[in-house]
């Protein structure tokens, strides 16, 4: 270590919680260097400083800056950053702790015991300033701003009164014409293009913000320009924005769907009422909060709860490995430390955070508490096929920004394993460190006999292979295994919610999806002949003058006909008008979850002739089971040397509510032991 580095990072004391601290100088130059001068401090002495929250940025763009009278080198965002706080509107939060400059990256020692105080760090912080460089976020920050003026408080929802009224009504948007025309919100200067692309900066994708953002006592966001956005707004605005386009979607039964007001574009509407706006990462974050500061929750449910949060990491982003762990400390407090030795390996911290999960869950959870396989969900080389090297069952962090199949590959959660086996801890899962080996209990229920490794919107009229693979599933199968229609039972895999409920917005859901099957578009143009004739190939006729029937009796048999009409239209009619008609309040909806169906799933069927859907790239002969502590059915792949490799889990029709246990106790299958590697 040279001079001013034994100077400037003189050794901590861990047990006065010591910290550095560096104090920004103030510049009216705006180009000149940053000067800024570093000190210690204690956190046991309740120190009044701030947080900087920040992408460090590409490592190879740097800047130097002094520290102490020391030339320093930091990355060009964070002098960005420090530039942005030196004005005048910012310098009460002049004095800050940065990791990238306040922590030895150099000694392993030291960042370990930092990491370790993360926690406390920023909780401890007055203010946490988040860094939305390098890119100018000013007008997505006043336009949220402006929205937050109109916005309902929690308690407005609660009590519902004429604020939210108005809100959702969305006629304030009548005071904001700016908001109301635009026509194309992609275009430089949109304001709707301004927040989306704020929802997306590359801010919020990273693991150590995620963590930072959700201990902040106080948050306010900066970026280049002279705007700024408090958490607060930021949350309110998130919540308000997402009840409206939940409630345009149909998905609040206590609220009746918005048409499209005349004062608004049709592009403005398509962003109000769809998933178009992304406001899932703030959604999340307020949660964790609203979990870290609870106090109706009991120590054991605190503690299962933290554990959960955990899984937030599989949507982000780490540079290194084994930070989708260790970021996440401050929140989850896994009884983990940080080990940042080169000989101890991704892998190990894997194996060790999901021994560490079952063990907790063990000792947390409720009864019958389905949540300990849960981490399956994120790993499987049926979504992972470039990983031979990580145990097949590892929760999948590594991988998952370098393959187009990233790690959100989750499932309605169901109750596969309902009443299939005995409530004592027997069977529980565990693992073997040295061969990273997780044993699991279940029962062998079937096997894949084929996959169709078309999606449907793949399809065009001249390549019809999942149409002509399900038509051939229905004409073999006259009644579905559980008795209800196979055409039923197709419908019900896509749609992947394992409650089989009926009402007006799935039987809307229903038809969407027959239409996005079988049409291509071409009934949007007048054009029917295609849907036409690719509704034939799943045995239904939709010009037959018993249309509604059949329909009816083949895809939605537990509903009256009276009770779905539209306007006098029965399903026929409805599906004749394609998204034009009724099904619209539903077809945005229906398409992003098939998009997103397409890049995980296919659609599979078993020996016994089950139908759902299959990890991407499952193969015939992979082994349906149904798993002690697992919601849904899982794919298990025999390996020559013994064990099995973990394919994925899986969503069967008529395997999701515990009915393997009538197998059990009809002596058609036994419960065994599986080591998966």
């Known amino acids: 270590m040279g001079i001013k580095y034994s100077v400037l990072y003189a050794p901590l004391n861990d047990e006065k919680a010591e910290v550095r601290i560096v104090d920004v100088l103030p510049d009216d130059e705006p180009t000149s260097q940053i000067r800024c001068e570093m000190n210690t401090i204690s956190l046991e002495q309740d120190p009044n400083f701030h947080a900087l929250s920040y992408v460090w940025g590409d490592k190879y763009q740097v ?18 950053a420090l530039r942005r706080i030196r004005r005048p509107d910012a310098r009460g939060f002049s004095r800050l702790w940065v990791d990238a400059i306040c922590i030895n990256q150099d000694d392993t020692q030291e960042r370990r015991n930092q990491v370790n105080l993360m926690q406390r760090i920023y909780s401890s912080a007055k203010t946490v300033i988040a860094w939305l460089g390098p890119t ?24 519902k009164t004429p604020r939210l009224d ?13 908001l109301c025309e635009q026509q194309n919100i992609t275009i430089p200067g949109c304001p709707w293009g301004a927040v989306n692309s704020f929802l997306f900066a590359s801010y919020w994708q990273r693991v150590w913000i995620f963590q930072e953002v959700a201990l902040a006592n106080s948050l306010i966001m900066l970026s280049h320009g002279s705007a700024w956005l408090s958490w607060e707004r930021l949350s309110t605005v998130s919540m308000t924005l997402t009840l409206v386009r939940s409630m345009n979607q149909g998905q609040v039964r206590t609220l009746r769907p918005n048409r499209k007001p005349p004062f608004l574009s049709t592009a403005v509407w398509g962003v109000l009422s769809s998933d178009a706006l992304n406001f899932g990462n703030i959604v999340e974050r307020s949660l964790v909060f609203q979990i870290l500061t609870s106090s109706w929750l009991d120590a054991k449910e605190l503690e299962s709860r933290r554990w959960r949060l955990s899984n937030f990491a599989f949507n982000l982003k780490a540079t290194d490995p084994r930070d989708y762990i260790y970021g996440f400390l401050g929140i989850t407090k896994l009884p983990i430390t940080p080990n940042y030795s080169q000989d101890n390996t991704a892998f190990d911290v894997y194996t060790e955070y ?21 981490f399956l969900s994120y790993g499987g080389r049926g979504f992972f096929t470039g990983c031979c090297s990580q145990p097949s069952w590892m929760p999948n962090f590594t991988n998952h920004h370098h393959t187009e199949i990233k790690p959100t590959v989750t499932l309605s959660d169901g109750q596969a394993s309902k009443d299939v086996f005995f409530g004592s801890d027997d069977g529980y899962p565990y693992i073997i460190p040295d061969t990273k080996s997780l044993f699991v209990y279940g029962v062998r229920v079937d096997k894949i006999s084929s996959v169709c490794t078309q999606w449907a919107t793949e399809i065009t009229p001249d390549d019809t292979q999942l149409l002509r693979f399900l038509g051939d599933f229905i004409y073999r199968h006259t009644t579905y295994v559980t008795g209800i229609p196979p055409l039923q039972a197709c419908l019900l895999a896509f749609s992947h919610d394992p409650s089989y409920e009926t009402n007006r917005m799935t039987f809307l859901r229903g038809l969407a999806m ?31 003058p018993n249309c509604d029937l059949g329909l009816v009796a083949s895809a939605f048999p537990d509903i009256t006909l009276s009770e779905y009409t539209y306007d006098g239209m029965g399903p026929e009619d409805v599906f004749m008008m394609g998204s034009e008609g009724p099904i619209k309040d539903v077809w945005d909806k229906v398409l992003m979850d098939f998009a997103s169906l397409e890049t995980y799933w296919r659609v599979g069927e078993t020996q016994n002739g089950y139908i759902g859907l299959v990890p991407r790239w499952t193969d015939p002969g992979d082994v349906v089971c149904v798993l002690k502590e697992c919601e849904t059915p899982v794919l298990l792949r025999k390996h020559v040397d013994g064990h099995f490799v973990f394919v994925g889990r899986a969503f069967i029709v008529g395997l999701m509510n515990g009915e393997a246990k009538d197998l059990v106790d009809g002596g058609k299958t036994m419960r065994y032991w599986y080591e998966l590697r």
């Open 514 to 544: 027959l239409y996005l099957l079988t049409s291509h578009g071409d009934s949007a143009k007048g054009d029917f002949s295609a849907a036409v004739w690719n509704l034939s190939l799943l045995g239904l006729h939709i010009l037959s």
């Open 136 to 159: 100018s976020h000013d007008l997505a920050f006043r336009t949220i701003n402006e929205i937050f003026v109109e916005s309902p408080t929690a308690e407005d929802i609660r009590n």
């Open 166 to 178: 108005r809100f959702i009504s969305l006629d304030w948007l009548q005071k904001y014409p700016h």
């Open 63 to 80: 800047e130097t800056i002094s520290i102490n009278g020391y030339q320093i080198k930091v990355t060009k965002n964070l002098a960005d």
């Open 354 to 374: 999901t021994m560490c999960w079952l063990n907790a869950l063990h000792r947390t959870r409720r009864h019958q508490d389905p949540a300990p396989l849960r």
